[in-house]
């Protein structure tokens, strides 16, 4: 095939992509639930699950092989835009109010799924179709709990805003629990992939370079970047070179961090965290907001998408092990965040609010299971399973947490 046929095919994708998205998202939102619900479900659609098993020749015929690896590079580009923009809009005031709370809730939220995850490898380690026949007990455990503990921070985000919980304690306590759990699960996901993939000195790089980077865009790069932002603050406006200058220092970061063995998405994240807030961060918001939203972030559903086949799931095993890891990830992150919010001292509606919230997983858990499915770390039959686990978990937080919302007001 040439390359104008190529661009003609994307191009085509990219329309359904984006139809798909938008009609799904806004469905979701008709019926209360966050747009990136229905998009996320939009992206299995279009997959083997449903339009490959209804007219498996016409999505073939769509999605070809050798456009894959374009749609790759898109999906991987608007993820980590997209944690970029959640860096700019993490209020970093509001986490230090409530450190010392959320160290307890994250670290609940923590311990109490790598238990699980520990038991339910016992089990699951030696199913056939799930793990990768290399990968040892402690690596799959590890992977297992980084997975049931990892948190949709970008929607918990969103959803604290929207309700105007930003400046209260629970959502000060739900944002500031979330970062540091995935910011745990990031790190645990490096020792996964570097003890994988080459050993013990792959994890100290990553643990020690993702370390350092951290403190250096943490403590360093806002005051570099003031200088900028002052400016912009003055004009108003945001001229092409320095744009095009932040967008190479978070092409940098990124690259920085997946050197270190650290995933890209979260070199993004640091450098929206260090952005300096003002009219800056307005205005990087507004200018890749829109096109990350309507045409990258849905290619990476799709790209998940293409990868996920519930099929597989309709034998009694695979259906029985989903439905036994939807329960065990459930009460495992829910009741522990719940239960360390009240011995934190949160009323119970309050302590119920969070553990509704930070037991949604979302794109994050998109991420991580598309990483472990890239490096070999599991199966097709565990990916599609996760992703099942993903979109529930993800459903429920927002009927959840409107229910112990309404009663607590």
Not at 81 to 91: A, C, P, S
Not at 148 to 156: D, G, N, Q
Not at 190 to 213: D, M, N, Q, T
Request: glycine fraction near 10%; charge should be neutral; include cysteine.
């Amino acid at each position: 095939m040439n390359t104008a046929a190529l661009i003609l095919a994307f191009s085509l994708q990219l329309l359904i992509i984006i139809v798909a998205s938008q009609i799904m998202g806004y469905l979701a939102k008709f019926i209360g639930q966050p747009k990136v619900v229905g998009e996320m479900i939009a992206g299995v659609m279009l997959g083997p699950s449903l339009l490959g098993l209804m007219w498996p020749e016409w999505q073939q015929s769509v999605f070809i092989e050798q456009t894959q690896s374009w749609l790759y590079l898109g999906a991987q580009l608007g993820v980590g835009i997209y944690m970029f923009l959640v860096g700019l809009e993490f209020n970093t005031a509001l986490f230090k109010k409530q450190v010392r709370s959320a160290l307890a809730v994250s670290l609940a939220g923590m311990l109490v799924p790598f238990v699980v995850a520990i038991i339910l490898c016992i089990w699951l380690v030696d199913v056939p179709g799930l793990f990768t026949e290399n990968i040892s007990f402690t690596q799959a455990a590890l992977f297992m709990g980084a997975a049931i503990a990892i948190t949709a921070f970008p929607m918990l985000a969103r959803i604290v805003y929207e309700r105007g919980l930003a400046g209260t304690s629970l959502g000060t306590l739900a944002l500031a629990a979330g970062a540091i759990d995935d910011v745990a699960a990031w790190f645990i996901l490096a020792i996964v992939l570097g003890s994988y993939g080459g050993g013990f000195l792959l994890v100290i790089k990553a643990l020690c370079g993702g370390a350092f980077y951290g403190y250096i865009m943490l403590t360093k790069a806002t005051t570099w970047l003031q200088p900028l932002a002052n400016h912009v603050q003055t004009r108003g406006k945001l001229a092409f070179a320095p744009f095009m200058g932040i967008l190479l220092l978070f092409a940098i970061s990124a690259y920085v961090m997946d050197w270190v063995g650290l995933h890209a998405v979260f070199g993004g994240f640091l450098l929206g965290v260090a952005m300096p807030r003002g009219k800056l961060t307005d205005i990087l918001t507004a200018r890749l907001l829109s096109i990350t939203v309507i045409i990258l972030l849905p290619m990476f559903f799709t790209y998940s998408g293409l990868k996920t086949e519930l099929t597989l799931l309709a034998s009694w095993q695979l259906f029985g092990i989903t439905a036994v890891i939807l329960l065990a990830s459930i009460l495992a992150k829910g009741l522990a965040c719940w239960a360390a919010a009240r011995l934190s001292g949160a009323d119970n509606p309050t302590a119920m609010a969070i553990g509704a919230l930070m037991n949604a997983r979302g794109l994050m858990e998109l991420i991580i299971i598309n990483i472990a499915l890239q490096h070999g770390i599991i199966e097709q039959g565990l990916f599609s399973i996760m992703v099942v686990m993903a979109i529930v978990t993800t459903f429920m937080a927002t009927p959840l947490f409107s229910i112990v919302y309404t009663q607590s007001t």
